[in-house]
């Protein structure tokens, strides 16, 4: 079900995404509102599921989690179960996403070395064939769903 937003929603949206502790007296005065009518907003937002959680951003080399790398997998198989139960198991395992074209899944991988990281991509490969791009830099940090400064048409 999509949630109706309007355009003071898709403000405190984008200043929670740029700093999910500000204050609510802070966030008010941000999007001209008083600090009861943001509370009352934010509360509705995350009730109605359009808010989903607060995070932390962590800096992966500082936290000892020095090769950051996309892996790709074709899997084979039709029960995807045993996969899933890895994903959840393995915390290095930062994000997956299930998407169309030869490969099956995109993972993003933390490691906190290069042979950390095999031993993650062999585990990997024992469901399907991998490709592993090892990541450089990160041209455009992580920034939410997409939603700052863009309002649906």
């Not at 509102?33 to 992966?60: H, K, M, N, Q």
Request: charged share 25%; net charge neutral; glycine share 8%.
């Amino acid at each position: 079900m999509t949630v109706t937003l309007d355009p003071t929603d898709w403000l405190i949206l984008a200043e929670l995404q740029r700093d999910g502790r500000v204050p609510f007296t802070e966030l008010g005065r941000r999007v001209s509102l008083s600090a009861s009518a943001v509370t009352e907003r934010v509360r509705r937002l995350e009730a109605e599921g359009v808010i989903t959680g607060y995070r932390a951003d962590v800096d992966l080399a500082k936290a000892g989690f020095a090769v950051l790398a996309v892996v790709r997998l074709k899997y084979p198989g039709s029960r995807h179960e045993p996969l899933h139960r890895l994903l959840g198991e393995r915390s290095e395992i930062l994000e997956c996403l299930r998407t169309t074209g030869d490969d099956c899944y995109t993972l993003k991988v933390a490691a906190t070395s290069m042979p950390h990281l095999e031993r993650l991509v062999d585990e990997l490969a024992g469901f399907g064939s991998t490709t592993t791009s090892i990541v450089y830099s990160q041209t455009l940090p992580y920034r939410g769903p997409g939603l700052r400064n863009a309002t649906p048409s």
